[in-house]
């Protein structure tokens, strides 16, 4: 059952309603595949800054002049103009990259590119999704990249895949990375607990009034128990199943008002469930 919401200004952390990280989304479990085809997971990373996420390398069998990153961190509930305005933002992050040290002697960026993941169950909707790709320049030699962007399940899910020039033009690049990606996000868990299992309360328009598509955040019913958004799966810790094949990375979010061991305190973004 599906119904519309309206979209709320993100509260300070230090607001009543809560925080985004630590309270909104308390723990997440995400399984992914540890191999897709011809590439294999072989590394993973999780970040100090918690916003940041995680990180899975996958390497294309003996190939080792390519790989592919894919990075899964915490984004919550966002109109759906926020994807475009993120995706730019990640171009013009590796536009700064250039001329500074270890960075790139020059990059010439391509335009961002629609595209859609679709889900295993085929009654749901695709999920919209972003690409680019690029000619990176290092000092020790040119490459063909090309980046990927999209939001599932509160998480954005981005994908990253370098290889030498010569052995790719970049439109296959970009192609097989949006490839990758698709079968990937179809093959991945995520589930999140907290008081996402209990969004903003739901607005009824008037009859035949048009929704704003802002305001139009699907969400749905279990048994009139409770509302959630996908990717909420409730309000306790879970433990979900990890297939063999698969690897889980496990999130836990302390609100920010969390003190540190050093005696500071870990700031995280002004966000929360809307915004």
């Known amino acids: 059952m ?25 723990e997440t479990r995400i399984v992914y595949p540890l191999q897709l085809g011809e590439w294999e997971a072989v590394g993973e990373q999780l970040y100090d800054a918690v916003e940041l996420g995680a990180s899975v390398r996958y390497q294309s069998g003996d190939s080792l002049d390519r790989w592919i990153d894919v990075y ?36 010439e960026l391509g335009e961002l590119r629609r595209f859609q993941v679709g889900r295993v169950d085929d009654k749901a909707e695709a999920i919209p999704a972003l690409s680019a790709d690029m000619r990176l320049v290092r000092e020790e030699g040119d490459y063909h990249s090309a980046v990927t962007l999209l939001i599932d399940r509160l998480y954005y899910v981005k994908g990253r895949y370098s290889v030498a020039a010569g052995a790719m033009d970049r439109s296959a690049v970009r192609g097989a990375l949006e490839a990758f990606i698709a079968e990937l ?12 299992w209990s969004p903003a309360p739901v607005e009824a328009p008037p009859a035949g009034a048009a929704v704003p598509a802002e305001s139009r955040l699907s969400i749905t019913s279990e048994g009139g128990n409770g509302r959630l958004y996908p990717g909420c799966v409730g309000a306790e810790p879970h433990n979900p ?12 979010y302390r609100a920010p008002g969390d ?10 973004p002004p966000r929360a469930g809307l915004g």
Do not use: W
């Open 185 to 196: 996000v179809s093959g991945t868990y995520i589930g999140s607990t907290g008081s996402c």
């Open 259 to 268: 003190v540190r061991g050093d005696g500071s305190r870990r700031l995280l």
């Open 72 to 107: 899964f961190y915490p984004v919550g509930v966002v109109p759906g103009s926020h994807l475009q305005q993120a995706a730019l933002a990640t171009l013009q992050d590796i536009e700064s990259n250039v001329g500074r040290p270890g960075g790139y002697v020059d990059a």
């Open 241 to 252: 199943d990890v297939p063999e094949g698969h690897r889980e990375i496990r999130f836990e």
């Open 2 to 26: 599906a119904f519309a919401v309206t979209a709320q200004a993100a509260p300070d952390a230090g607001e009543a309603s809560g925080p985004f990280l630590g309270g909104f989304l308390k």
